[in-house]
């Protein structure tokens, strides 16, 4: 992951990294990496290019902290599958981490994001191990999040569970790219179906057939 430079830690300086962030991740979506250019990310923000390279030195180190971004919204320095109503049962706290994953992978958003990521992946060996280290660290998480609504369920079950959640999670990104014809209630009807589905490979005794 890219080095950040001396001057963030300044108030400031924070601030302006975050927007330069934010702005750059625009870019990236809306134009894709190869048309994005340092220049346009300053013109972007409305500073000089020279002020931009202050803060990160090249375009692969912004891409660098784009991804690292990304790790903060997904789950990196916090829990977001965090139930909102810690009294329910199990399953409505499944569906609910469920749907935030896949109705978040559905927006148009973040299909481009993804996109241009994985793209990124396939010719920059940063982004590869950068996108290897952000699905073992969110893996990493659901299966904290399943083994706290599912205290009974074995090691074994928790993994499978939480991989199974994130290959659909991922999934419903390639799907929703190219099934303009899937509608919210359509989609709804799926998070319900697949989360009886996980629901049932978690409470299932290890014992079972």
Known sequence: MCDMPNNVSSPRGKLTQAQILEKAEE?????????MSMRKVA????????????????????????????????????????????????????REQISWLMLDSSQKVTIALFTELWALA???ETSHKSLQRFYKVTLKTLERSLARDYPNADDERLRSAARLIQTVAEGTVVTSAFRADRSRKQLRKDIEI???????????DSGES
Do not use: W
């Open 27 to 35: 870019l990236l979506v809306s134009e894709g990496f190869h048309a």
């Open 43 to 94: 013109d972007a923000c409305g500073i000089s290019t020279g002020n931009l390279t202050y803060h990160f030195a090249s375009k692969n180190e912004l891409i660098g902290a784009i991804i690292s971004s990304v790790f903060e919204k997904y789950g990196t320095s916090r829990d977001p599958y965090t139930p909102t109503d810690q009294a329910a049962s199990n399953h409505m706290n499944l």
């Open 122 to 124: 396939k010719h920059s």
């Open 194 to 204: 697949f989360s009886e589905a996980v629901d049932h490979i978690l409470s299932t």
